[in-house]
Nanobody, 119 residues
């Protein structure tokens, strides 16, 4: 099992910045991707950004150029630096981990952290 704990959410004015952190604990060996998803009220949970163990990154079009995902070498911590925040970025942000072990895939979710951007 992998436990993911997010931190860094909060209230910020439009144009401001926040940095989210996600720390993984437990059976972290085999984590090959860490990502951030977000879910606004009444909407589905969508991918924001993901980073693989190879360092490959992928971003939602809506955050390209504003958000940056990074990770530590051990694939136990992921960060999401969010710049130029907009009110439409308001959502609960969830950390996600994908782990491979003996040919099987497992995915894990954090409890989420609220990000609110005021106009």
């Amino acid at each position: 099992q992998v436990r993911l704990v997010e931190s860094g959410g909060g209230l910020v004015q439009a144009g401001g910045s926040l940095r989210l952190s996600c720390t993984a604990s437990g059976t972290t060996r085999g984590i090959n991707a860490l990502g951030w998803y977000r879910q606004a009220p009444g909407r589905q949970r969508d991918l924001v950004a993901v980073i693989t163990s190879a360092g490959t990154t992928n971003y939602a079009d809506s955050v390209k150029g504003r958000f940056t995902i990074t990770r530590d070498n051990g694939m136990t911590t992921a960060y999401l630096l969010m710049n130029s925040l907009k009110p439409e970025d308001t959502a609960v942000y969830y950390c996600h981990a994908d782990r491979r072990s003996f040919g099987k895939s497992y995915e894990y979710w954090g409890q989420g952290t609220q990000v609110t951007v005021s106009s």
